[in-house]
T-cell receptor
């Protein structure tokens, strides 16, 4: 069973394009996390949200609790945005985390 | 500040041998986590600790044990490694349970 589903699995975009990655989940959550993993393997937390919308620079994350859906948007994409983006949710207890399998993004100059 | 470190970076281990993966953080975070990452499966939680002296089981705890003797260290032990434990292991920490997590660089383990 997959508690967290992401789409698309792979995405190729031209530099400058607006990008959307989607995440749907099936469990009750206390928070949703967006992570970024670069080819070297390191994982960085981008956002943690439980409602509404957050923005950091060119990145925007939204969540709709009723629909159990979140989106990660990248405006004016750049080759350095190429990475795997991972959606994760934490359960109501905060002790269990479920991860999507990631969206591999390649931005071409 | 080092943040969160893991050792070793990579290891090849014979099946049946024991191994301890080390994880240390200097951020005084209460919560720490161990994950494994496998192709096609994503990250899965092995064990967690919400505070020093306590631990809990995640989604895939079998074959692994942890301890949390102090705030900074959270070692993961494989008592008798099997090839299915070949994976990349990530340690993470957060100030409190269910806060933003900070990840270590990972340990690539191959069990032959």
């Amino acid at each position: 069973k997959n508690e967290v589903e992401q789409s698309p699995q792979n995405l190729t975009a031209q530099e400058g394009e607006f990008i959307t990655i989607n995440c749907s989940y099936s469990v009750g959550i206390s928070a949703l996390h967006w992570l970024q993993q670069h080819p070297g393997g390191g994982i960085v937390s981008l956002f943690m949200l439980s409602s509404g919308k957050k923005k950091h620079g060119r990145l925007i994350a939204t969540i709709n609790i009723q629909e159990k859906h979140s989106s990660l948007h990248i405006t004016a994409s750049h080759p350095r945005d190429s990475a795997v983006y991972i959606c994760a949710v934490s359960s109501h207890t905060g002790n269990q985390f479920y991860f999507g399998t990631g969206t591999s993004l390649t931005v071409i100059p | 500040t080092a943040g969160i470190t893991q050792a070793p970076t990579s290891q090849i281990l014979a099946a049946g041998r024991s191994m301890t993966l080390r994880c240390t953080q200097d951020m005084r975070h209460n919560a720490m986590y161990w994950y494994r990452q496998d192709l096609g499966l994503g990250l899965r939680l092995i064990h967690y600790s919400n505070t020093a002296g306590t631990t809990g089981k995640g989604e895939v705890p079998d074959g692994y044990s942890v301890s949390r003797a102090n705030t900074d260290d959270f070692p993961l032990t494989l008592a008798s490694a099997v090839p299915s434990q070949t994976s990349v292991y990530f340690c993470a920490s957060s100030a409190e349970a269910d806060n933003e997590q900070f990840f270590g660089p990972g340990t690539r383990l191959t069990v032959l």
